[in-house]
Nanobody, 113 residues
């Protein structure tokens, strides 16, 4: 079993930044592809970014150039640096250990215009 706990969400104004963290426990995440998803009210959950165990990253077009995913395998933690936030980034953000379909409880990000 793996427990994933997100933190770092909050209410910010457009143009500001947030850094989300996802702390894992119960198993090392170093060998797994990790991802951040988000779900806005009334919309389907969508992939924001992913990172392989070797550090190769992939981003959705709507965040490329603004968001940055990273991992610290020693701290067993996943991060998402979000810059130049827009109101349309408002959603609950979830981290996931993709191959094993483990999910955190989510953290709310709200961006006001």
């Amino acid at each position: 079993q793996v427990q994933l706990v997100e933190s770092g969400g909050g209410l910010v104004q457009a143009g500001e930044s947030l850094r989300l963290s996802c702390a894992a426990s119960g198993r090392s995440i170093s060998n797994y592809v990790l991802g951040w998803y988000r779900q806005a009210p009334g919309k389907q959950r969508e992939l924001v970014a992913s990172i392989t165990r070797g550090g190769t990253t992939n981003y959705a077009d709507f965040v490329r150039g603004r968001f940055s995913i990273s991992r610290d395998n020693i701290k067993n933690t996943l991060y998402l640096q979000m810059n130049s936030l827009k109101p349309e980034d408002t959603a609950v953000y979830y981290c996931t250990l993709i191959a094993l379909n483990y999910w955190g409880q989510g953290t709310q990000v709200t961006v006001s215009s």
